[in-house]
């Protein structure tokens, strides 16, 4: 049971001759390899794990999972992380939703010109430390630079590989009518400390993003409930909504949510209400959805409540045979009313 | 031996309610569900083959390459092909160059609000058709967008998978002064494509894009010489002379080239003599350097000519002890001169 340790010390940046990133960064030239050399291997690798060039060699067995994203989240630094570990977290947790033991990840920079050194080498600190909270491994890269005016600063892909838990057997054709949906913790925590950093909102709120890598504690979820957890996702972009609306329009059921059971905590509460947003379509990144055999679920929640990134762990809803293809609240202040999955754009590039 | 196809037919794009993107396609609720379900889906996969949401499984087991690549050419379309087919063979040909089979790619958007969908859909069918041709299934993906301004149109990232082929043993500490330094094809003809549409660049040329997947070439070439072939190298950005630095550094070996041997189309020859440039520092998408076995190199070279890809394929240079570290040309008019890692940035965006 680890903490989320977000406060370690950087390494201090060294000596580079220049202190923006340039066109020739991305020339594939001499200034490439410097940049590579003596800057981005430098922070990210012992000397001996310098990956190469034009690929990498795993050795590797078995049922594995294999997940991709690119993240363009603005700004790029905000209250409790920056794009750097969010880049590590989200593919981590792709990994374990797909039940997997996160292992070896590519990492893609796409950097706009202008974009100063000291700023990539705090992003490329917190990716170190991600990777290093997740114990997953770098293997390969790229670095391209685009022209100002051209990118924003920096965007980041990172598309990983794990190993397929034994236990796991993640599908959403397991869903059954009566399995209960768990989410992890509180919702809409990261959506709301990107947005109270946006150029244009201002307010005042002391909220961190919940950005963590989530396989240690899932994988002990599998281990002790195998396959008794049906379906695990984590509601990133689009929020619960959409992503519940997803798995009802996939696995042909429905869902029946309990407004009062929703965990939001009261300074995320107060945002939404102040900004017109409704918490269930707001971005996340720490928190998951387990839909589980109902049997199981009480118990899951308690094992769940031990964990430090499980605390707030509840269930917030059923699967249901009616309403298939829908999700459907039941309101706090009575009557019920259907949960559509997010139109248009809430929150553009939150990830 | 197959002959490049880059003109067959396109399907016509569906019905589709935006003729551009807008930010919601990115919100990871309606609009992206649909994007995804009604247009990315419906160009790239068969209905029984669509990629699940958060990714994929995959069986494997032994020796895997895996590598990366973000793609932001400028222009996004260009003489022969676009991003789209670029992307998939660039990273099928940086497994290739792994010595590996390449089998499986994630596929990742970063758009631009405001591209057309009638680009994307031409783009996306290129993508289609370079995986056909290069035997490589997309599994899963990912799509991002941000705001007009914030980006060109679309970047995009594939990063691949493949079976490292059971006769390779591709490694820079094979190397041997002595090995031949082998080209399969001319030189510069990607970079010279790419600027002959360069805005504020016009000169008239019928020149097209080498852009082309290698493994069909490559792996046919390890089955019958195996180990014999000691390196395998793209020469993308930075052309010939980064890349054989590289080599050289690395391996601590120097590299002598035979100026004379270079081969170089006429029309690229002169459009490089007007536009200033030295070829040996133009990026290339279609060829590939192999260092090899001074024994075998000439019937390595009678091997490849015998394919499409491969029919200007010819010894440049060759491994010596001295100059460690430097690759030296012998050039056509005599004397020598050091080949220098290029600096600074020749042609930004060429991939």
Not at 283 to 296: P, S
């Amino acid at each position: 049971m680890t903490a989320r340790s977000k406060f370690t010390p950087s390494c201090p940046m060294p000596t580079f001759d220049h202190d923006m990133v340039v066109l020739g960064h991305g020339s594939g030239g001499l200034l490439t390899y410097r940049l590579l050399d003596q800057f981005i291997f430098k922070a990210l690798h012992d000397d001996a794990e310098r990956p190469a060039h034009d690929g990498a060699f795993l050795d590797v067995s078995g049922e594995m999972a294999f997940t991709t994203d690119s993240f363009v989240v603005d700004p790029i630094f905000f209250p409790g992380g920056n794009i750097g570990d969010l880049a590590i977290n989200g593919t981590v947790n792709d990994l374990a939703m797909c039940g997997a033991i996160p292992q070896t990840l590519s990492l893609s920079f796409i950097l706009e010109e202008g974009l100063l050194m000291k700023e990539f080498w705090e992003i490329l600190q917190s990716i170190k430390q991600a990777c290093e909270a997740a114990e997953v491994k770098i293997v390969t890269g790229d670095t391209k630079v685009v022209e100002k005016g051209k990118g924003d600063r920096i965007f980041i892909n990172t598309t990983g590989l794990g190993k397929v838990h034994p236990k796991a057997n993640i599908d959403s054709s397991n869903i059954q009518p009566g399995d209960r949906v768990i989410v992890s913790g509180p919702l809409a925590t990261h959506g709301i400390a990107i947005l109270s950093v946006r150029e244009g909102l201002s307010f005042e709120t002391n909220l961190e993003t919940d950005s963590t890598s989530l396989h240690d504690i899932v994988l002990p979820l599998l281990d002790k409930y195998g396959s008794d957890v049906h379906l695990l996702r984590d509601p990133t972009r689009g929020g619960v909504a959409s992503t519940l609306n997803e798995i009802c329009r996939s696995s042909k059921v429905g869902i029946r949510l309990v407004e009062s059971a929703l965990p939001i905590e009261n300074e995320v509460k107060g945002a939404c209400e102040m900004l017109g947003l409704d918490p269930l379509y707001v971005a996340n990144e720490g928190i998951f959805l387990a839909i589980v055999k109902e049997q199981q679920a009480e118990s899951m929640v308690q094992f769940l409540r031990k964990h430090d990134k499980g605390r707030r762990a509840v269930v917030i809803g059923q699967v249901t045979e009616d309403d298939a293809g829908r999700v459907v609240l039941n309101a706090a202040i009575g009557g019920k009313r259907v949960v559509h999955m997010l139109t248009g754009e809430q929150l553009p590039r939150i990830c």
